[in-house]
């Protein structure tokens, strides 16, 4: 998923500072690495290297970022393997002057354009997408010094994900897909624009919410003004990979992940609250699967909206059956399965005194592999429940994402293929529950949406087991 985050000083004061708070509220996103580019406004400077936010940056560090315009990025890899050279923000040299980009998003014909590039001589040190749209981007520069024109023409060519931070010496643009898969938004203090993946991290900052940037919006920030402009193609009638097939296109198709698992739950995205909207899926969660327990236990973190909205909505009494170490990140956005079971382990520990003996409902937000879920129930039962029954705040995912989301091949998701009867035996409960599809779009609240994961329909026609070969 990754998350990114722009500054923009007004008094020209040096930014480092605020991109690090920035994207250490946005830690969420991303754990694998991240970035930092600032801008004097002729020079740009920046660092970045795998690790977190606060392992990456030293105040030394910080210090040599001098700039009054920044952007960060922490990392999650879907295109791109864990490795420095993927870790962005990507600084690339123009006839225009140095240009700095940071990307949340996957595109689905990234091979093709890369390969396009190669043969034309353009050569690559990463294996990201994103580096593909800054090559991109340098090719478009040399035809027109216009750099709004040459964004256009480059947004062209992309199919996917991608809200974008790019930074040219004196101007910071944001841009957000015609389709708003990944969540962008505006804020601003007395000093400073800001852009951020989510306004959690304005928050931080103490800044104020001012908007989300719509689908298929370019934000120009220069000389302390911002200028909006809109993409001048229609996205239903225009696709890249074969111009004879229009994208499926109703609007903006936001990833219903977002609401589900990625963003926190403090975070607004499009005028809708997460926080909200986990809540109101743990109560159709109770509606749509009652079951006959003793407590109601969330898997936490992402889990605990959606355990106390089930534990009202029932009445079953809400406890802490299991605690999270604090120090141990998400496990699900881990690059390998070894690595995911280790965490699980380290990650949390049942609390006995509230298992032992009693009918237990485990809510938790999803199932990709199913390989974590089986070892939160197998420690349950070890912890002396009597009944395990798990409840899941989303429909089951059956196909792959594309568009950020590292949910595997097809053939490694536990729902492709496995009856919800076939799942709950292979995890070891007594019973399952998945969220419907018209629950999930009622608890959000929006029909634009993103459900691909969920329906195998994909909002961009595209032959993805081709392109990727994710069979």
């Known amino acids: 998923m990754c998350g990114i985050f722009g500054v923009y000083s007004y008094e020209k004061l040096n930014v480092a500072k605020k991109i690090y708070y920035g994207l ?10 991240a970035g930092i580019a600032t801008s004097d406004g002729k020079n740009i400077h920046y660092y970045k290297n795998i690790g977190l936010v606060t392992d990456v940056f030293k105040n030394e560090i910080l210090q040599n970022l001098f700039g009054y315009i920044g952007i960060g990025h922490v990392r999650y890899s879907t295109t791109g393997g864990k490795a420095v050279e993927n870790c962005q923000p990507f600084v690339v040299k123009s006839s225009f002057g140095n240009i700095a980009i940071a990307h949340n998003g996957d595109l689905v014909n990234s091979n093709e354009l890369r390969r396009e590039l190669e043969m034309k001589g353009h050569i690559f040190t990463s294996s990201t997408d994103s580096e593909v749209i800054a090559q991109l981007l340098v090719r478009e520069l040399l035809k027109t010094s216009d750099k709004i024109e040459a964004i256009k023409n480059t947004l062209r060519k992309l199919v996917g994900a991608y809200s974008l931070l790019i930074m040219f010496n004196d101007s910071l643009i944001a841009v957000r897909d015609p389709w708003g898969f990944k969540p962008l938004c505006i804020g601003r203090d007395e000093s400073n624009i800001y852009i951020s993946s989510e306004d959690c991290a304005l928050t931080t900052l103490d800044a104020e919410f001012i908007r989300d940037v719509e689908p298929g919006e370019i934000i120009e920030i220069k000389n302390g003004e911002m200028i909006s402009h ?41 005028g809708v609250s997460v926080y909200k909207v986990r809540k109101r899926i743990g109560k159709i969660l109770a509606k749509e699967h009652p079951v006959d327990a003793d407590v109601v236990s969330p898997i936490p973190d992402s889990g605990v909206a959606f355990a106390l909205g089930f534990s009202e909505e029932s009445g079953i009494p809400y406890y802490e059956g299991l605690i999270k170490n604090r120090y141990v990140g998400r496990t699900f956005i881990l690059p390998s399965q070894n690595e995911r079971e280790l965490a699980v382990r380290l990650k949390l520990s049942p609390v006995k005194s509230v298992l032992e ?57 536990i729902a492709s293929n496995k009856t919800e009867k076939e799942i709950g035996k292979a995890i070891g409960v007594d019973s399952i529950g998945y969220l419907s599809l018209e629950g999930l779009v009622k608890a959000i609240g929006r029909k634009d949406l993103c459900l691909a994961c969920v329906t195998g329909e994909y909002p961009t026609e595209v032959k993805f087991e081709k392109i990727l070969g994710r069979e």
């Open 357 to 413: 003996g009693k009918r237990v409902v485990l809510v938790d937000d999803s199932i990709v592999r199913g390989t974590t879920s089986r070892r939160i129930v197998n420690m349950v039962r070890k912890a002396g429940a009597k009944e395990v029954h798990l409840r899941i705040g989303s429909p089951k995912i059956i196909s792959p994402c594309y568009y950020g989301i590292d949910m595997a091949t097809k053939k490694e998701l």
């Open 230 to 270: 809109k993409l001048d193609y229609d996205v239903s009638e225009y696709n890249p990979v074969n111009a004879n097939v229009p994208c499926i296109y109703n609007g903006a198709t936001t990833c219903m992940f977002e609401y589900v698992y990625f963003a926190r739950p403090d975070s607004t995205i499009d």
């Open 24 to 33: 250490f509220a946005l830690q969420h996103r991303g754990q694998e690495g």
